[in-house]
């Protein structure tokens, strides 16, 4: 008999770049789980691939005729797939599934409601989304106590941290654990080192091909920016529950220490690995064991360096700006996030200079003034006002 329990997995964002990995990490692991619910925006094809390779109880896509597009390719597959579309869909996938695990990899602030429904509900939900708790910290974790289940970061700092904290971390005050800081590495993406005079003319494509990391376009660009870094800060807040003024950031361009932890007595514990999200996933999965993941074995020997050094704050404007936020609190992370999804979307889209990414999200910030974020009702309702803002800004400037 298997000594391990066989987890029911949903997939939140299964056609993006996490989604894929998930899939991939359970397709090397098939005695260990099933895929029960699957979930995609506008990427039916792909999604159909998934459904008839793992034929999940539920798929849902954003829209209605992505859904019987969806019907239509797996029509005399011999799949009972049940084919659902639209937001409350998302929930749906997670409440009613029969999973225990959820895979948050929506992007951005869409995945916020059905992340926060897996909270409730208890299951284990391995968090992606950083955008959810950037938005909605503080309800996000007391729903994750609410709901008794167990929250894994997958982000890769935030993975390394958790595995170099004591295991008990979440039930002991730090200080009687003796950690002092939290330090997350950032590889400062592709514009670690390009003449400030020639920033103005990046390109979404130059933006999109990060140095170490294959990833999803929102997200590369937010590393190009290093609001990224910023978003984990904020997300790092949440999980850890140190202080901000603890948690520190690390340029480390090779991206092999994926961040680390100073306790008191001196030791600096640090999680290392391949550039692959594959070993957060595999480690979120199966924990407390380790399971395959498919990652080639890390060869320190033929690394010729591990250097390390402070992120420039000029050259990363959207850094300080998400310091900020995090020092105001309330629905000032939320107002930063909407602002910039919608700065990123229209770099990557609509023209908007690279340059004015970060204009556009102060602009923002300072419209909108801060209040408690403590309704779910609110924190969207922030969302909207912020997103709108940000859209009249961008459009005053073209
Ligand atoms: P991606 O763009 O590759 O994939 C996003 C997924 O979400 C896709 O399945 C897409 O169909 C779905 N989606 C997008 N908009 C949607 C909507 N409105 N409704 C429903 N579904 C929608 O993104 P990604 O790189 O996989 O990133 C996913 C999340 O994981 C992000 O929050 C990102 O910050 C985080 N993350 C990603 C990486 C990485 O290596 N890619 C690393 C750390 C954290
Ligand atoms: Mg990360």
New binding site residues.
């Given amino acids: 008999m298997a000594k391990y329990v066989k987890r029911q997995v949903a997939i939140l ?7 894929v990995n998930t899939l991939d990490v359970i397709r090397k692991n098939p005695e260990r789980f099933n895929v029960v619910a699957l ?5 039916v094809d792909r999604l159909a691939e998934q459904c008839i390779e793992f034929q999940p109880a539920i798929a849902v896509v ?1 829209e209605a005729n992505g859904a019987a597009r969806l019907e239509q390719l797996l029509l005399g597959k011999n799949i009972k797939t049940r084919v659902l579309h639209g937001p409350d869909a ?1 929930v749906t996938a997670v409440t009613d599934s029969d999973c225990d695990t959820v895979m948050a ?4 602030a ?2 916020l409601v059905p992340a926060l429904a897996a909270a409730h509900a208890g299951k284990r939900v391995l968090l ?4 959810a708790l950037v938005m909605s910290g503080n309800l996000f974790m007391q729903a994750m106590k609410i709901g008794g289940g167990e929250l894994l970061p ?3 700092e935030h993975n390394a941290i958790f595995q170099c904290l004591p295991n008990d971390f979440t039930k002991a005050p730090h200080a009687h654990l003796g950690v002092e800081e939290l330090w997350l590495t950032a590889s400062g993406g592709p514009f670690r080192n390009t003449p400030l005079d020639q920033l103005a003319s990046i390109t979404p494509k130059q933006a999109c091909a990060h140095p170490n ?1 294959v ?5 590369s660009v937010d590393s190009a920016t290093m609001m990224n870094k910023g978003l984990e800060v904020i997300e790092a807040f949440w999980l850890f529950g140190l202080p901000l003024e603890k948690i520190k950031v690390l340029i480390h361009p090779q991206s092999v220490v994926h961040s680390l932890v100073r306790y008191r007595d001196g030791s600096v514990l640090a999680q290392m690995g391949q550039p692959d ?1 594959r070993t957060p996933i595999a480690y979120g999965l199966a924990w407390p064991e380790r399971i395959e993941a498919g990652v080639a074995p890390l060869n320190l020997t033929q690394l010729a360096n591990l250097n390390f050094s402070e992120p420039e704050l000029a050259r990363f404007p959207c850094l300080s700006l998400a310091f900020a936020a995090a020092k105001a609190g309330g629905t000032a992370p939320a107002v930063l996030n909407a602002a910039n999804e919608v700065a990123v979307s229209a770099f990557l889209d609509a023209g908007l200079p690279y340059l004015e990414i970060p204009t556009v999200v102060e602009k923002v910030l300072n419209t909108i003034p801060v209040s408690n974020a403590d309704s779910l009702e609110l924190i969207l309702a922030v969302d909207v006002e912020a997103r709108k803002a940000a859209q009249d800004f961008i459009a005053a400037l073209q």
């Fill in positions: 964002g299964s056609t993006g770049s996490i989604g979930t995609a925006g506008k990427q954003s998302l990899a929506i992007v951005g869409a995945g992606a989304n950083k955008e997958i982000d890769s990391w990833m999803g376009r929102k997200i999200m």
